[in-house]
């Protein structure tokens, strides 16, 4: 089985965070790692080798976490350094949310071969552009961590729709509520979601920014996910090329958990991040069929899934992953979109969305 090495750039706790302790339920078993540091050592055929922060305390707690598991892992407080001295054939992105363009360019040129980059992507086109345009040039797979792709629960929702019950994807309502309801820090999980279901190209944004947001300029103003007064909610209509109209809605007074509801043909679905549940209409249209959908409890979890699949589409030659750059690009566009509609009175905005 071939190894492969590992580095983190980024070491607060998403990036470094441990393994849940465990065992956590007698009956629905493990609680799979979410931090990428968890996640990397629940791979058998992965080792972290590397770690990198710009805050030096910070590579002193990973070393003292991570001891019993990664006893030789190399600290850097320069990312390049770690690119050139390492020999990376992963790497994890894990920095603030406008710090992933420069050290995933970077990381693609040099060599490393499958790039895990948080979400969102970046917070210009020109970015996810360099983005995409480095890994296919030095045939890099990336993947964004966009975590509902791999969590079973949406899985077993999609099987419903296309040719099963449910029948085509027709309007899709996305909420997500709390003080992180920011468009760039959370609402990219919801947006990307809406586009997943979508299953279609974008072809114009209309966004309305929320109260206090009326000035916002029209691109990001974020500074990287830490200050949600500086990354805006707001809700946003979205027509894609098949038909399909997204709505989506991010308020952060709003106790709602991220959740979509699905209409299709046939029936809706709703999931949430945890549950997902059928609502069918049969012949007499008062006629529903209720069916909370059976989700396996011991799914792999989202962080270590799309590591095994990022290994997977190294090894079958570079092939996407189910959350390749160019998805999450779409989020970006509408997000961007979004700003942009709402700096001009809510216009429509029309893709491909240009950097202003
Ligand atoms: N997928 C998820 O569920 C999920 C959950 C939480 C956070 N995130 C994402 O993870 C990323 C990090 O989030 P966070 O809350 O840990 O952010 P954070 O700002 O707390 O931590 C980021 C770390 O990156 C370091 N860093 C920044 N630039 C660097 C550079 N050039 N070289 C080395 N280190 C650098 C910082 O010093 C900091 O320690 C964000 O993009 C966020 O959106 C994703």
């Known amino acids: 089985m071939t190894n492969y090495r590992a580095g983190i750039v980024g070491l607060g706790g998403i990036g470094a965070g441990p393994l849940a302790a465990q065992p956590v339920h007698p009956a629905l078993g493990i609680r799979w790692p979410h931090p990428h540091a968890g996640a990397y050592a629940v791979q ?5 080798v590397a770690v990198c922060d710009l805050v030096p305390e910070l590579l002193d707690q990973f070393r003292t976490t991570w001891h019993d598991t990664w006893p030789d892992v190399t600290t850097y407080t320069d990312y390049r350094e770690m690119l050139d001295d390492e020999q990376l054939d992963l790497l994890s992105v894990v920095t603030s949310d406008h710090r992933h363009a420069q050290i995933s360019i970077d990381a693609a040129e040099r060599g490393v071969r499958g790039i895990f980059c948080e979400k969102p992507i970046a917070t210009t086109m020109a970015e996810a552009d360099q983005m995409i345009a480095a890994c296919q040039k030095n045939g890099a797979v990336m993947t964004v961590d966009h975590s509902r792709r791999w969590m079973a629960n949406f899985h077993a929702a999609m099987a419903l729709l296309g040719d099963g019950p449910l029948g085509a994807v027709r309007r899709i309502v996305g909420s997500m509520g709390g003080p992180r309801a920011m468009l760039f820090r959370n609402g990219t999980h919801l947006i990307d979601t809406v586009c997943w279901f979508a299953n279609s190209e974008p072809e114009w944004v209309i966004g309305q920014l929320d109260a206090g947001h009326e000035n916002h300029p029209p691109r990001y103003a974020g500074d990287g996910g830490k200050d949600s007064a500086l990354d805006p909610a707001g809700s946003g209509l979205v027509q894609f090329a098949n038909g399909v109209r997204g709505f989506i809605n991010c308020h952060k007074e709003m106790a709602t958990p991220n959740h979509v509801y699905v209409f299709a043909e046939h029936g809706r679905l709703l999931v949430d991040n945890n549950t997902a549940e059928a ?30 699949e990022l290994i997977e589409a190294i090894e079958q030659g570079g092939i996407e992953t189910i959350s390749p750059p160019q998805e999450a690009r779409k989020t970006l566009g509408i997000m961007l979109g979004m700003l942009q509609s709402n700096a001009a009175d809510s216009a429509k905005v029309r893709f491909p969305v240009q950097d202003v």
């Open 44 to 48: 058998s055929n992965v080792e972290v």
């Open 279 to 308: 609502f069918i209409v049969g012949e007499n249209r008062n006629d529903v069929l209720r069916r909370v959908l059976p989700v396996p409890h011991t799914q792999r979890g989202d962080t270590p899934a799309a590591i095994a």
